[in-house]
């Protein structure tokens, strides 16, 4: 009988190409046929991978094609299966479907036979990936909370309201460059009223397939932080002894809000934090702050910015568009300049200045009745 523990290379080709044997031959081949993909969905380099497939291909078990790809404009090789080889790859899928695992789902562990295990799952575990996790184990055992298979949790319940969001879309965009990139923190700073935590709350409803942690900074103590982190590892699935190591392994990201005249303790806890942060990790920080925060009360250096670690995005005001956006009034040319100059872009300021909130635009700012008053008439000069 086929052992998951000792698969070879050959055998997982020939069960990852097998998913893919009745591609139809008048369209686009998949990725995932040709040697990066295979690459990729077996985990074996590209460099050992040539050498298995020329195995194969001597065996008869496999062919090679070229063919066109999706989203590829030239064509490139592809591998798919003999009859010889779809016969050993059904025998190795015999095998294995005689074999079960313990798999532990929503605290509920149960045994399951291996060919059940996409249905188990929902799709979210196919097999090959499924037999590629139980190598290393001791025990045929699988957590699919340690694994990110269950669905990504999200622990945002302090995350702003984000029912009224104009503009940002060149800011969303670098978010999302950023994202794709090595540099594992972001610092979103602005001045306050800008919007950071907004962008921010509004970027993460978009991040489906990975968990997502958010922290108010704000009157935090250190071990409140640490608490947090620990039920957030402890909902995951994930030991919870060493919090730091434990979280940068993570496929998760992880919101630092409002950092802006934080306790030292939790500045020196950030600290070790970041210190332990690599580019590898799969782990992403975010940080929004203000942007008048002085160097030495922020808990990562220029040096982080030079070398890749950390990157910022600086919040400017919003155009004339969003604000009248906001304003939801069609607003005369001079009024609006002046409007633009007393609130500076500010989101927050001209959402009260809309509502006709004379009590939060004086709570928040350092004007005089007389100006908030000519504010509340500058609204009216619409171009009708």
């Not at 037999?131 to 702003?160: A, C, F, Q």
């Not at 309201?161 to 104009?166: A, K, T």
């Not at 040319?333 to 100059?341: D, Q, T, V």
Request: with cysteine.
């Amino acid at each position: 009988m086929t052992d998951t523990s000792s698969l070879t290379y050959k055998q997982k080709v020939l069960l990852h190409l097998r998913n893919y044997q009745h591609q139809d031959e008048r369209k686009e081949k998949s990725e995932d046929v040709t040697q990066e993909g295979i690459s990729e969905n077996v985990g074996v380099s590209r460099t050992h991978l040539s050498r298995v497939l020329g195995s194969l291909n001597e065996e008869d078990l496999i062919e090679e094609k070229l063919a066109s790809v999706a989203g590829h404009d030239r064509q490139m090789k592809t591998y798919s299966l003999t009859s010889s080889g779809l016969a050993v790859a059904d025998r190795i899928l015999d095998d294995l479907s005689e074999k079960s695992i313990d798999l532990i789902k929503e605290d509920i562990e149960k045994t399951v036979p291996l060919s059940k295990i996409e249905e188990e799952t929902d799709g979210k575990l196919d097999l090959l990936t499924c037999i590629s996790l139980l190598e290393d184990k001791e025990e045929e055992r699988l957590d699919l909370r340690e694994h990110g298979v269950l669905e990504p949790l999200k622990m945002v319940e302090d995350t702003p309201s984000v029912e009224e969001f104009y503009g940002r879309e060149k800011e969303l965009e670098e978010m999302k460059v950023w994202m794709e990139s090595d540099t594992p923190v972001l610092a979103v700073l602005g001045r306050k009223g800008l919007g950071a935590s907004a962008l921010t709350a509004k970027f993460i409803r978009n991040l489906e397939e990975m968990h997502v942690l958010w922290i108010n900074l704000k009157s935090n103590t250190k071990e409140k932080l640490k608490t947090r982190i620990s039920n957030f590892l402890e909902e995951i699935g994930a030991p919870n002894e060493d919090i730091i190591n434990e979280l940068t392994s993570q496929n998760a990201v992880v919101v630092l809000d409002d950092y802006y005249e934080i306790e030292e303790e939790v500045v020196s806890f950030l600290k070790r934090f970041l210190e332990k942060i690599e580019k590898k990790d799969s782990l992403k920080l975010i940080i929004t702050g203000r942007e008048g925060t002085p160097v030495y009360e922020r808990f990562y250096r220029s040096d982080h910015v030079e070398n890749g670690l950390v990157e910022e995005l600086n919040l400017s005001s919003l155009g004339k568009e969003e604000v009248q956006q906001i304003l939801d009034k069609d607003i005369k040319e001079e009024a609006l300049e002046r409007i633009m100059m007393f609130t500076k872009g500010s989101p927050l300021l001209l959402k009260f200045l809309r509502e006709g909130n004379e009590e939060k635009l004086c709570e928040l700012t350092p004007w005089e009745e007389e100006q908030i008053s000519l504010l509340m008439y500058l609204k009216t000069e619409t171009k009708e």
